[in-house]
């Protein structure tokens, strides 16, 4: 069983509800050398300028494969720009629309809506740099479209609760799970396809899998440790995930999407 690290006082959370559910710019790009880096960084770093709406901006940087790796990467960098109601179009016209070709190379720019009750952030949260042990990890799931409802259940009732559970015990950084609303640009070379993106901050040395942890974490409210669901059980024929990857994170400037939703106590 997956043991749980419980620190000394229990974080307090902000859950995503429906009915104020953020939305989120996020750009799939390829960009090898370093100075494209440095340009991303430099153009992550003035967030500012797209507007009282934005609630801050997050980079990282492709490191390597939990599993599905498709040969080489297909991109080096995601780019995901947090707002409140809508991404104001001079963001889109400006980042996507009227981008500068090939430098770095944007293969997938989208608009993301989060999962209800499975998008969970500590109150205080500050992102990884104080956690160098910690990868960013980006599951890229593709749900079958007859499943999209049954899927959201599933978040809903088993994944998000677990999730919150071990933010909340501080093993995970935070669980933000996110659905695909609108694909904006796809390169036609980009053969993998997806309509969900989650994000999780953990260990990778200690770390086995969803499944594995969320139903230790579920256990604890199970009477009988038979009774623990299964929370991936079924799951294989609703979705599968084409590409997962470990990243490190260049820029993180999100605290105040921690403020954001309902906050548990």
Avoid at 27 to 36: G, K, L, Q, V
Avoid at 231 to 246: E, I, K, Q, S, Y
Wanted: net charge negative.
């Amino acid at each position: 069983m997956v043991q749980i690290n419980r620190p000394t006082q229990k974080l307090r959370l902000s859950r995503v509800e429906l009915d104020d559910r953020l939305v989120v710019l996020a750009r799939t790009m390829h960009a090898p050398e370093p100075a494209m880096e440095a340009a991303l960084k430099e153009s992550a770093m003035n967030w500012s300028r797209f507007g009282d709406t934005c609630l801050g901006l997050a980079l990282y940087r492709h490191r390597s494969f939990f599993q599905n790796p498709s040969g080489s990467p297909a991109w080096s960098h995601i780019e995901l720009s947090y707002f409140r109601g809508m991404v104001p179009g001079d963001v889109i016209q400006g980042l996507v629309v009227n981008r500068q070709p090939a430098v770095p190379n944007l293969l997938r720019a989208e608009i993301l809506l989060t999962t209800p009750s499975s998008f969970v952030m500590p109150l205080n949260w500050q992102g990884m740099a104080d956690r160098s042990e910690r990868l960013a990890s980006l599951e890229f799931i593709q749900v079958e479209p007859p499943f999209f409802n049954d899927y959201r259940n599933v978040m809903r009732d088993y994944c998000g609760p677990a999730a919150a559970k071990l933010v909340r015990a501080d093993k995970f950084g935070t669980f933000r799970a996110m659905e695909t609303a609108a694909v904006l640009y796809r390169d036609p070379g980009l053969t993998i396809d997806w309509n969900q993106i989650h994000l999780c901050e953990l260990n990778p040395e200690s770390f086995h899998g969803f499944g594995r942890e969320f139903r230790a974490a579920l256990r604890e409210d199970a009477p009988d440790a038979g009774d623990a669901p299964d929370v991936f059980a079924g799951l294989d024929r609703m979705r599968t995930v084409p590409r997962w990857t470990f990243n490190d994170a260049v820029f993180e400037a999100d605290a105040a999407v921690g403020q954001e939703g309902r906050r548990e106590a």
